[in-house]
């Protein structure tokens, strides 16, 4: 898109979008240096802020460090995602927070924090306590995590 928009007011007001997507397919490249450039750009504009949100990266931030094999880098900005407050983010939380849980119980469990992976493992669970019949594979499996995580917590 960069060189063959001449209108430069629809270029710079596009520009975000741009860098989001390349964001994405850098880290389905494993390019991700490059992807955390282009996915933080992406929440600025020429003149400052691209919108009022300042979370909504977070999540991606982290999915970038957790796929990239920073865990520590990754649970920090879930952590930071889940706990920043913002108007409405009941709406994104909806149908991303389990997902997010499950997410940060897998990587506190695989940096040996049993008690936070099981914290995160638990709270997923009292979200999707009653799921769709297409959903329970993945319940059954943090059940499971969070027996083992119980066996090891008693040793």
């Given at each position: 898109m960069g060189g063959d928009v001449p209108d430069s007011v629809i270029r710079r007001v596009a520009e975000p979008g741009r860098r989001a997507v390349q964001g994405a397919i850098e880290m389905a490249e494993g390019r991700y240096a490059e992807?955390?450039?282009d996915i933080w750009a992406a929440d600025t504009t020429y003149?400052?802020?691209n919108g009022n949100c300042a979370m909504c990266l977070y999540d991606d931030i982290a999915l970038v460090h957790a796929r990239a094999g920073a865990p520590d880098s990754a649970i920090?900005?879930?952590?930071k995602y889940?706990?920043?407050p913002y108007f409405t983010k009941q709406s994104f939380e909806s149908g991303?927070?389990?997902i997010l849980l499950k997410r940060l119980g897998e990587l506190y469990e695989s940096t040996g924090n049993v008690e936070k992976a099981a914290q995160n493992y638990r709270e997923f669970l009292k979200l999707w306590d009653k799921p769709d019949?297409?959903?329970q594979p993945k319940v059954a499996e943090v059940r499971a995590r969070l027996s083992r995580l119980a066996d090891v917590e008693r040793r």
């Open positions: 992807a955390l450039r003149d400052g802020p920090f900005w879930l952590e889940l706990s920043t991303a927070k389990p019949p297409r959903l």
